[in-house]
């Protein structure tokens, strides 16, 4: 789906996700979404806020799953992912922690860590997976390289990862050098899944995604062995394609 300019492209993104949220609402229980962090989704967090909060029918369902996030900071770093988005959408619509399945930053034992969250994922899965795209080609934090099948895990962020979060934080000195990240492995089970992507800065990354030879090497390559992705440009970031 193209957006023709960056207003459309929240909005547009904004409907395909309300959309995929009252189908997931089909089935009972929870509703469980991975949302990413990064400037990509900022405008559709606004929209839903804006124009989409009084869906309580969907929002009191809807429970939060990590995508991924830095490793080793504590609980009330405002870098953490999960900070971060509580900020941007959580609990601007009223989505309480218990909904929240998070990475504990600061666990003692990042094997453990991990193995919690592949338990949850394997339970219970993820039924909307709302995603970005890196510059690189990553996805949440599988960075080129990471296998299709990969579980949770913790990683080194790569030097393109390092440059583009400094955009975050004021510098290459204030990103953690480690992350914890969903696998593929589980992110390619997702019963929907919706790519964001915006500017031009992604076209090259975007046309390689669809049209270079499906490899790790492209970690978002993998999107095109799963069914039911949709994918939301805007114009720019489809100039290459
Ligand atoms: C970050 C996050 C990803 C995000 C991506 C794109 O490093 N780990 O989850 O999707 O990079 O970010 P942006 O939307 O700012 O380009």
């Keep these: 789906k193209i957006a023709p300019n960056n207003a459309a492209f929240h909005t547009l993104a904004a409907d395909i996700f309300m959309g995929a949220l009252n189908r997931a609402a089909a089935k009972n229980g929870p509703i469980r979404v991975v949302l990413p962090t990064g400037s990509t989704p900022l405008g559709l ?3 839903l806020i804006a124009h989409h909060a009084h869906r309580r029918d969907l929002w009191d369902r809807f429970h939060y799953v990590a995508l991924d996030d830095y490793a080793g900071l504590a609980p009330d770093d405002r870098r953490l992912f999960s900070n971060w988005l509580a900020r941007d959408i959580l609990t601007p ?3 309480p922690p218990t909904h929240r399945t998070i990475f504990n930053s600061a666990a ?3 094997s453990a860590e991990c193995a919690r969250m592949d338990a949850q994922l394997d339970s219970n899965g993820i039924d909307i997976a709302v995603l970005g ?3 690189n080609g990553h996805i949440g934090f599988n ?3 990471s296998a299709f099948d990969a579980r ?3 990683i080194h962020l790569s030097a393109d990862s390092l440059a583009a979060n400094a955009a975050y934080w004021g510098g290459m000195d204030h990103v953690p050098p480690t992350a914890y990240t969903l696998g593929l ?3 390619m089970r997702a019963r929907e899944t919706i790519l964001l992507v915006q500017g031009p800065h992604k ?5 390689r995604m669809l049209h270079d030879p499906i490899s790790t090497a492209l970690p978002a390559t993998a999107l095109r062995q799963m069914y039911n992705v949709t994918i939301v440009a805007d114009q720019a970031a489809m100039s290459a394609a």
């Design 45 to 47: 967090y606004r929209e």
């Design 93 to 95: 619509l009223s989505i």
């Design 108 to 110: 003692p034992d990042p």
């Design 133 to 135: 795209l890196g510059t």
């Design 143 to 145: 960075e080129p390289g």
């Design 152 to 154: 949770t895990r913790l």
């Design 185 to 187: 492995g589980h992110i």
């Design 203 to 207: 076209a090259e990354i975007l046309h």
